[in-house]
Structure formats: structure tokens, C-alpha cells
């Protein structure tokens, strides 16, 4: 297996996609090779929130990175509002944050582990990946109505919270 750059991976971190891969098709989905980067994309269809997953193996760090990457952007008009929003999400989150990308107004939700020294176990792989579904499913519907003017920052963080807080979360 080589990295995207066409250089040969790290015995390590070789071990480490393996392991990736595995995961995600244990999980039912079908992981695609990235180019530009050692790990793979996801993608997710049918219900839920309208997100790409992407997964990533580090080169040489012996980290572990995944990102649930929404398919909209956030329009120029409504960034100021995205960006309360997703802080104010992230205040108290003990893992992953919302982060958005100023220049195009892509919306991300990201997790991470170190490994460092010791082999990235699937375990540690999938509760990355589980944290990070439950925090997007969790604001996904208010992120969007934010996204799209029918609520301000406020009004959705309250709106997401309060739903988590009828549902037991």
C-alpha cells in the first residue's frame, strides 16, 4: 500500500489502515482509498444527517483523525451565525468539535486519537467514529436552520439541546 504522494506507508502506519479498513467494513459501509492522504472516504446515505465521513491515518504521527465533512456549505451571509453556533456547541463537548472554514463555509465535525507507540486498536477507531455521529446527529437539524436563516444561533443551540434533553442524552 502506498500514501497518495506515491511513497510506500510506514510499517506502522500501514497496520493502522488496515485496521481503518476493517472497521468501516465491519460497520457496513464502503470505504474508497483517498488520494491525497493515507485513509479512505465514507459515504453515508438514507436517513440522518447529510454528511461524507473521511478517516485518516497521519503520516508518521501515529494519529488517528476523523471528520464527518456536511455537504452544504454555509452561505457568506449566515457565517457569522454558523460560527456562534457551532461555539457555542462546543462549549462543554468532552470530544470532537464543529469547525467551519472561513474562505468557503465547509462545516465539519472532527475527531482524534494519538497512538502513539502502541497499535491503533479498532475499538479506539469506533468510538471515534460513534462520538462524532452522535454530536452530528445531535445538531445536525438545527446547524441546517441555521444554515439557512430560519433561526439564529441562539434560538437553534437551545432548540438541539433541548431535544437531547426530552430524549435522556
Known sequence: MSKGNGHPARDHDRVALDTLRDVLKDAGLAPSPLEEAQ??????????????GLAHILDGEDRFVFLLVFRKTAPKARRDQVMEFITRANYGMSIGCFEMDLSDGEVRY????????????????????????????????????????????????????????????
Open 39 to 52: 485513509g479512505y472516504a465514507v459515504a453515508f446515505e438514507g436517513e440522518g444527517p447529510d454528511v461524507d
Open 110 to 169: 472532527r475527531t482524534g486519537v494519538d497512538y502513539r507507540g502502541q497499535r491503533l486498536p479498532a475499538w479506539l477507531i469506533r468510538n471515534s467514529i460513534v462520538a462524532a455521529m452522535d454530536a452530528v446527529e445531535l445538531y445536525c437539524d438545527s446547524l441546517e436552520d441555521v444554515m439557512k436563516g430560519q433561526l439564529d444561533a441562539i434560538k437553534a443551540i437551545e432548540q438541539a439541546e433541548s431535544q437531547a434533553d426530552e430524549d435522556g442524552d
